[in-house]
T-cell receptor
Framework: KAGVTQTPRYLIKTRGQQVTLSCSPI?????VSWYQQTPGQGLQFLFE???????NKGNFPGRFSGRQFSNSRSEMNVSTLELGDSALYLC???????????FGDGTRLSIL | GQQLNQSPQSMFIQEGEDVSMNCTSS?????WLWYKQEPGEGPVLLIA?????ELTSNGRLTAQFGITRKDSFLNISASIPSDVGIYFC???????????FGTGTSLTVIP
């Protein structure tokens, strides 16, 4: 069982809405990364946080944002949802930015 | 962004056969990771490699860090039905901290 916890597991939204996804990393891990996984594009990097600071950002529009709290938990937000945002959103945590990442089971987001 | 080429894209093999897959990059990496993902779950870390030429095993799985630092290989010996899944490679370059992922190899094991 994955130690990274993502909530919710499934979410259905309509176009134009916004959504917030949550990720609790493995205890002791301070780095959290987010990925979007789709059948056609594979795993695409969204952003990485370490000690509440965004360290890296992928090539996604500004509608995608995130943050990390002092307890290392992280949230990502997507505003003005589009049909193409339907995907599995995966969170991964590690002790630090250069360490191997461990994934949660993801949030399956469907946009109607 | 950086693209990792993973091959083959899919494999259909008989139970008991050995499996080989590889991952190549146009850039040098200093870390290679191999993950397995099963339906409805997130990727699970199988093996981490940190040095060129390094060979690391995890049970029936063996992975190698290519000496050019631009490729990595994963072998599965004596495959069993529970090996079914999608195998991803991931690489991290010297100059950045982002992990780049391959497109995955889908493995089907026929009993």
């Amino acid at each position: 069982k994955a130690g990274v916890t993502q909530t919710p597991r499934y979410l259905i939204k309509t176009r134009g809405q916004q959504v917030t996804l949550s990720c609790s990393p493995i205890s002791g891990h301070r780095s959290v990364s987010w990925y979007q996984q789709t059948p056609g594009q594979g795993l695409q990097f969204l952003f990485e946080y370490f000690s509440e600071t965004q360290r890296n950002k992928g090539n996604f529009p500004g509608r995608f944002s995130g943050r990390q709290f002092s307890n290392s938990r992280s949230e990502m937000n997507v505003s003005t949802l589009e049909l193409g945002d339907s995907a599995l959103y995966l969170c991964a945590s590690s002790f630090g930015p250069n360490q191997p990442q461990h994934f949660g089971d993801g949030t399956r987001l469907s946009i109607l | 962004g950086q693209q990792l080429n993973q091959s083959p894209q899919s494999m259909f093999i008989q139970e008991g056969e050995d499996v080989s897959m590889n991952c190549t990059s146009s850039s040098i990496f200093n870390t290679w990771l191999w993950y397995k993902q099963e339906p409805g779950e997130g990727p699970v870390l199988l093996i981490a490699l940190y040095k060129a030429g390094e060979l690391t095993s995890n049970g029936r799985l063996t992975a190698q860090f290519g000496i050019t630092r631009k490729d990595s290989f994963l072998n599965i010996s004596a495959s069993i039905p529970s090996d079914v899944g999608i195998y991803f490679c991931a690489g991290q370059a010297d100059t950045g901290n982002q992990f780049y992922f391959g497109t995955g190899t889908s493995l089907t094991v026929i009993p």
